[in-house]
Nanobody, 122 residues
Framework: QVQLVESGGGLVQAGGSLRLSCAAS????????MGWFRQAPGKEREFVGT????????YYADSVKGRFTISRDNAKNTVYLQMNSLKPEDTAVYYC???????????????WGQGTQVTVSS
């Protein structure tokens, strides 16, 4: 069992930056690929990015590529989402997720955090 807690969300102006953190409980964090997803009001949850168990490989949605960066610190059981050049369309609740397989589908993840709100004003 893995419990995930996101933090770092908030209100930021367009062009600004935020760093989200996702802290995991348990000693098996390094065994999971980690993903970030987001859900805007009235829209389906969408993939943002993912990072492999060791952190050696990351993959991003086209909408955030070049602006967002995922990293992880397995010693601290934490994964991060650095968001730069934020746009109003990035406004959403952001979720981190843990899964054995990882990937771009939410079905590949077994554990989810409660989400943190990111609001980007124009």
């Amino acid at each position: 069992q893995v419990q995930l807690v996101e933090s770092g969300g908030g209100l930021v102006q367009a062009g600004g930056s935020l760093r989200l953190s996702c802290a995991a409980s348990g000693r098996t964090f390094s065994m999971y690929a980690m993903g970030w997803f987001r859900q805007a009001p009235g829209k389906e949850r969408e993939f943002v990015g993912t990072i492999t168990r060791t952190g050696a490989t990351t993959y991003y949605a086209d909408s955030v590529k070049g602006r967002f960066t995922i990293s992880r610190d397995n010693a601290k059981n934490t994964v991060y989402l650095q968001m730069n050049s934020l746009k109003p369309e990035d406004t959403a609740v952001y979720y981190c997720a843990a899964g054995w397989a990882g990937g771009t589908s939410s079905n590949s993840y077994d554990y989810w955090g409660q989400g943190t709100q990111v609001t980007v004003s124009s």
